[in-house]
């Protein structure tokens, strides 16, 4: 199976503008614990040097992961034109 490229649009172009899937706060945060204490039992991998959000949108999963703890350089990624979140560092 070869990669997919997109030649003109990404395939979200032609939806439309408020069709948008919000995170509730509190489900972001409970899964943000989940998989720290459960999944990453590594030391490195529980303070990362980086952490990279592939839709922050208005950063709801970047709150959560900064409120669970302050490591690592976020950097979010969104395809709409938002202000950055002020939990990402980029």
Known sequence: MSPVVYAAHPPTATRPDQDVYLTPPALAESVV?????????????REPSAVLDTGAGMGVWGDAWRGYTNAGWLCGVEVRDLPKPESYDE
């Open 33 to 45: 614990a989940y998989i720290v204490d459960n999944w990453l039992p590594d030391h490195i991998y």
